[in-house]
């Protein structure tokens, strides 16, 4: 049996003596594709942030390539993620007094190796290669999609984590992102766990999980 990506064992999380989840236990392998689903505040959004360490718990663990995130300090965690991890937040965070380019060059100059044909040649692939000059203020909300998912994706990651991917884009340039994630799964053999509300995306993927206040559930 391959070695998982990422495996998650019994996780809880709890804001007070509000449960958002708990019991939730998922393992991911290179080269498979997940879809997350489940009504909206279920802590979908959450679970990703756990699974890259950005959030913490209170039950359970998460395994990310082999190690287990509770044992690391903030600086290994964060050194795993730069390493490890790709991440399409809901949100983009793109910087904005940095250019396209930059923006998506900066997991490989936080690895100290930039590759200036890689970036190009990620833009191209999100349909942005003439746009790399352009500050971010001056993109769509679409576009803006497409810089986040480039970045996440120019180090290719071994876990890619993507919440709402395609939650800004239409449908023809939706179908295109999430061509464009698949195949970095497939070709470069990175685990890729969505979430989304769209039932087309989610179809897309391999496997199709509900997430619940009582754990996990795969359909």
């Known amino acids: 049996m391959a070695e ?15 449960t958002v989840f708990e019991g939730v236990s998922l393992r991911v392998k290179p080269g498979e594709s997940v879809a997350i ?16 360490g ?10 990310l390539c082999g190690h287990p995130l509770s044992a690391l300090d903030d600086n290994a965690r ?5 390493d490890r991890v790709g991440f ?36 191209r692939a999100v349909g942005l290669g003439d746009l790399g000059a352009r500050l ?15 970045r996440a994706l120019v180090h290719r990651p071994a876990l890619i984590l993507a919440d ?14 999430l061509d464009l994630l698949l195949a970095q799964t497939q070709q470069h053999g990175a685990a890729l766990v969505l979430v989304t509300h769209s039932d087309h995306a989610a179809a897309r993927t391999q496997r ?12």
Not at 4 to 18: C, N, P, Q
Not at 57 to 63: I, K, M
Not at 212 to 219: D, K, L, P, R
């Open 88 to 123: 399409v937040f809901q949100a983009f965070h793109v910087l904005p007094h940095l250019d396209v380019a930059q923006n998506v060059a900066l997991p490989l100059l936080l690895q100290q190796r930039p590759d200036n044909a890689r970036v190009a040649e990620v833009l």
């Open 136 to 150: 971010p203020q001056q993109l769509s909300g679409g576009q803006l999609q497409r810089v986040a998912i480039a």
């Open 4 to 18: 998982a990506v990422v495996e998650v064992e019994g996780l809880a999380k709890r804001y007070g003596a509000s």
């Open 37 to 52: 689903v489940g009504e909206s505040g279920v802590g979908k959004s959450t679970l990703l942030n756990c699974l890259a």
């Open 54 to 63: 950005l959030d913490t718990w209170d039950a359970g663990e998460v395994h």
């Open 208 to 219: 199709l999980l509900r997430l619940s206040a009582n754990g996990i559930t795969e359909h």
């Open 164 to 177: 709402e991917p395609t939650g800004n884009l239409d449908p023809a340039t939706a179908t295109h992102v």
């Open 78 to 82: 964060a050194l795993l993620r730069r």
